[in-house]
């Protein structure tokens, strides 16, 4: 998805590029104009010739006048195809002629005066490597351009497609077809001769110039870079686009990363807070609540599995005095270091459950009432000469049952109704309720 400023840049770098299309178009149209003038004072090497090496005795004359180039030719019809000729040489060398295929249009501004017919041919001579000999200029491409001069001598301009190649020398150099277009791109020599003109005639020439128009830069070429521009900025834009997408991909997995760290925290911190919700904040023993699955799981293993799970209910004998005579804060201290007791000596699957007040409860996997009874015993003697906080002795009594087929809620009754018959038989003291209905024994020990 692109961010309001990236839309903005977008617009922004389209804007220029058509902008930059525009002016280059209007640029190619309007300008790089590319001109070559030949004129009187541009001609090259330039001479007049007749036929008279034909045997002819035509007569012809060149002046230069400023820009202008006077050219005289009085025709005469003694050699059988008579001309006077203006020969330009751009080059001695014939592979170093001028490039004339990048000029679009040529320019004549020639004046013609006199009687006979005033119709001239102008010729390019190219010389393809190849065909061509370079000491015969006969063998010279014959680009030919027929053209009359306006009575005014006003310019004519022709488009140079307007040239074609002299069908007799194509005949007479045997040149194929598809070798028969015109070429222009190396051209040593220019002509400009009467055109075939067989009678009589007296001419006179004025030519302001011949001039070669084009373009340094033509439309196709600038239609070419113009693409060409878009396409690369179109790779640019792409390859940012790309790059961005990638950054952006990777901020999110960042982002998500962050997140499952937070989600894990917080799930600890819910775990921790669901741990607390289980736990006695004086003593940190399991509460009621907390025991419960652990209970109803162990209860359910020890039938499914047939193992002994046994209960052992404690509680502090006469612990209201110790509230009454030292205060509730000593009360809580006691209650504290009973738990630690209590957790010291069971094993580290047992349960210890503060079952409310100052009564726990222990509840042990895998405890025949024979060890439940001796842990018990073994927790009665710690207790009894245990040091406490309020340097009096103290006592607990124990009630102790095993889980036999019977509901937990019946289990932990026959668990509560022997520790009450412990007290009932003087305290500090272990009773044991076997199965349900047995008689209860009891593990006497000397009255507080
Ligand atoms: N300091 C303190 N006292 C508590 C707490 N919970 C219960 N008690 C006290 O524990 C005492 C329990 O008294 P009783 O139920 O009469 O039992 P007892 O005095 O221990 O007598 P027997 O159990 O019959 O031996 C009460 O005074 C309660 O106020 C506690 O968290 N802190």
Not at 166 to 187: C, D, G, K, Q, Y
Not at 250 to 277: D, P, T, V, Y
Not at 292 to 317: G, H, K, M, N
Not at 405 to 417: G, H
Request: with cysteine.
């Amino acid at each position: 998805m692109n961010s309001p400023d990236a839309d903005r840049r977008l617009h922004t770098a389209v804007s220029i590029l058509l902008l930059v299309s525009i002016a280059l178009l209007a640029w190619q149209y309007l300008g790089l104009n590319r001109v070559m003038r030949i004129d009187g004072e541009h001609a090259y090497g330039v001479v007049a010739i007749a036929d008279t090496d034909e045997g002819g005795t035509s007569v012809t004359s060149l002046q230069r006048q400023g820009q202008r180039l006077l050219w005289r030719c009085r025709l005469s019809p003694v050699y059988e195809w008579p001309y006077c000729e203006l020969r330009f040489t751009f080059s001695a060398d014939p592979h170093q002629g001028l490039d004339f295929s990048r000029f679009s249009t040529v320019a004549l501004k020639v004046k013609a005066d006199g009687n006979g017919s005033r119709r001239l041919r102008l010729f390019l001579r190219n010389f393809d490597t190849g065909s061509a000999k370079a000491d015969n200029p006969l063998t010279w491409r014959l680009n030919e351009l027929q053209f009359e001069p306006h009575a005014d001598g006003s310019e004519i301009e022709v488009p140079m497609r307007a040239f074609n190649v002299a069908s007799w020398w194509l005949n007479n150099n045997n040149i194929p077809i598809e070798r028969a277009a015109v070429e222009t791109h190396n051209v040593p020599m220019m002509l400009l001769d009467t055109a075939g003109v067989r009678e009589k005639a007296d001419l006179d020439f004025r030519i302001d110039y011949i001039e070669f128009r084009g373009k340094w830069v033509s439309i196709g070429e600038m239609a070419l870079f113009i693409v060409a521009m878009w396409l690369s900025a179109a790779l640019v834009y792409l390859a940012h686009w790309q790059l961005r997408m990638r950054s952006t991909l990777a901020h999110s997995r960042e982002r998500e990363a962050e997140l499952q760290q937070l989600n894990a925290a917080l799930m600890l911190e819910n775990a921790k807070i669901g741990e607390k919700a289980k736990r006695d904040p004086l003593t940190g023993a399991l509460n009621r609540a907390g025991i419960r699955d652990a209970l109803l799981d162990e209860a359910s293993r020890a039938i499914t599995e047939e193992r002994p799970l046994a209960a052992v209910f404690c509680d502090i004998d006469h612990f209201k005095r110790v509230n009454d005579e030292h205060g509730h804060a000593m009360g809580d201290a006691v209650l504290q270091q009973f738990s630690a007791l209590l957790r010291k000596r069971i094993r580290q699957r047992d349960y210890l459950v503060r079952w409310g007040g100052e009564e726990f409860v222990l509840l042990c996997p895998d405890t025949s009432l024979e060890h439940a009874v001796q842990l018990a015993e073994a927790l009665r003697r710690a207790v009894e000469t245990n040091l406490w906080p309020t340097r009096q002795p103290l006592t607990a009594s124990f009630g102790v049952t095993t889980l036999a087929t019977e509901s937990i809620a019946s289990f932990l009754e026959r668990t509560d109704r022997a520790l009450y018959e412990a007290k009932h038989l003087g305290r500090n003291r272990v009773v044991s309720a076997g199965v349900p209905h047995a008689a209860t024994t009891a593990v006497d020990r000397p009255n507080t």
